[in-house]
């Protein structure tokens, strides 16, 4: 079984991007950015069981995903 889905090849999953990307606008939700990768968040980590369902995915630039780190509990 072919594994494109965990690069986010999967051509279901290039149809939830859009859809998120279009719903927050392109725009990270922590910093505001809009310029840049944009990177397709789980607000729950999958690790952690989260979900590809709409209400668990958000839009954050590369520097605030990378920064998050896979962390479930956001830190100030």
């Given at each position: 079984m072919s594994r494109s889905w965990?690069?986010?090849s999967h051509k279901g999953w290039r149809k939830v991007r859009q859809?998120?990307?279009q719903r927050d606008q392109s725009?990270?939700?922590?910093?505001?950015?809009?310029?840049g990768q944009?990177?397709?968040d789980h607000i729950i980590p999958k690790r952690l069981n989260g979900s590809d369902l709409d209400e668990?995915?958000?839009?954050?630039?590369q520097s605030c995903n990378l920064r998050r780190g896979g962390s479930f509990f956001e830190h100030d």
């Open positions: 965990a690069n986010g859809r998120i990307l725009t990270c939700q922590l910093c505001g950015q809009t310029e944009l990177h397709i668990n995915l958000r839009v954050l630039c």
